[in-house]
């Protein structure tokens, strides 16, 4: 059960405030990672709002659905949403990300912040992190419980990746779902341009996985897919999961969409407030056409 | 510590995996054996047969072998993962320092065919970089045993700490030394001398599988050149940490030392011994592989092209020990 089980309203609610978060922690640091983590803002608020099933209580429990986020540079996001489900502190996100002493590295670490399941950045490890997680799972007859990995269709340039994505089917791990953050963006341009890795969907289904596909900057579509991909994982066909969400690089902000430059690029106070503004107009759209 | 078995007894050290880990394995439930395709190669094969439950073979993935025992300790597990050291940590350095030390994990890496002893297969296959590799990486602890007996203790050793551990094995038979189901220890005396002559006193630091070789040293030296006496034959099994006391107490009765590895002396072992004693002024002669690559060949005459072996080592001792450095 998620402890919070938000309707579709509340979720997205959450994901403007995560990304509002996320971006005064970003320029409270004067570094980070502000376009990838608006991008994953919606997927991150409905993992942790709706899908995922843990306890507050027992947060390091083994017995729960598992989060592992691969793709670690939009870390900001990830911050947000565990201080958004009060894991940690709002002040603590916005007054100490990526400061000396800080829990909260500029990219996950496991020992900092125990809540934390894999310390990731350099790309291309965690998603395997999160497959050994769910063998290990099935080794500890576990059911049920699913391992939820974020990465990016940037991280399918590293081959590692591929080393464990075949492990997985091989396995028969049907108990992983990973999510990837397709918004075509790398830090030297779009990844069509330089090293395209598309077709995900039919690589995937080629390595002996279930493929589904979402928007993934829309909480509707989101629900619905992920449902969808639970449903089909209790037939436990042996078969990983993965949803490819097509999301827009720097989403709800209007001057960062879709703009690499937005990957790493520091924000000035001039540039938060627009970002603030431009955010609240966009929630406000959205919640209209409700 | 004198020779506990046959003296002519000599045992690969990686043997000492299908041997001690099997036991561990019996004993603990948690610990899983992680391959790359090298089952047989690293000795896993009884293991295989008895716990193939606990045995993950990742195939020829040594990336994945890392990432995929990253996340079953994350769930209780002990993995112990497994592979030639040219490919782990040769191949996937990047994810032992990321998802197995920086993330301070309960994970075993337990490395054959280390150095020229790997032979006929050539340099791409001899590790001779990774204890300078392995050593910088904060949190793991790195072991390098110089007998098939010391390597048993290792293995038990690693399996008794919660923290990362590396250990380098041989692919080719050495010369047993240790005693079986001792306490592993950073480093051993294996001979002294207490002899109160005039001499030039050397200390002899050896560590993996040179061992015999540092013996022959410490019994040929003084027999080719009457103004030195080697004072002490030091195995030193455990590369990090190192054993800072007994070097310096070394130091302290010494006037040279001799550090003695398989590995390439830019960041290995005897790095790590100069290290220690860096604000000293003792005399450091460092013998091991000199920034060069490996070649095919059988491991005897490879040891004895790179002056390796007995006679090559103690030509290249006491050429540096005539040299106006030294005297």
Known sequence: MNPFNLDIEAILHKSFENRLLSLEAIKNAQSGHPGGSLSIADIMSVLFFSVMNYSLSDFNSIDKDHFVLSNGHTVASYYAALSQIGLIQKNELLNTFRKIDSRLQGHPHNISLPFVEASTGPLGQGVGVGIGIALGLIMRNIKNRYVYILSSDGEHQEGAIWETIQFASAKRLDNIILVIDNNNIEIDGFVDDIVPVAPLKKKYESFGWDAF????????????????????????????????????????????????????????????????KSLEEYEKSTLNTK | MSNNNSAEEYIATRNAIGDELYVQMKLNSNIFALSAD??????????????????????????SLVQIASGLEQVGFIPVITSFAAFSPGRNWDFIRTSVCYSNRNIKIFSTHVGLGVGEDGATHQAMEDIAIMRVIPNLVVLNPCDYYEAKNAIKYALSIDSPVYIRFTRQPVKSYCFNNIEFTKSIEIKRNNSIDKNVKISILSTGCMLETAEYLYENIQKNNSRFTCSSLNNFGSIKPIDEKKILELKHESDIFITLEDTQLFGGFGSSVLEVICESHIPVIRIGMEDSFGESGDYLSLFAKYRLDNEGVLKRVLDKLKSQLIS
């Open chain 2, 38 to 63: 090298l089952i047989d190669s690293t000795k896993l094969t009884k293991i295989n047969d008895e716990f193939s439950d606990r045995v993950i073979n990742v195939g020829v993935a040594e990336t």
């Open chain 1, 213 to 276: 596909e979402a928007n993934g900057n829309n909480i509707d579509d989101l629900i619905y897919t992920f449902d969808l991909v639970k449903k089909s994982a209790l037939l436990h066909n042996g078969r990983p999961k993965v949803v490819i969400a097509h999301t827009v690089l720097g989403y709800g902000v209007d001057f960062m969409e879709n703009k690499y430059i937005w990957h790493g690029k520091q924000l000035s106070d001039v540039d938060f407030d627009l970002a603030k």
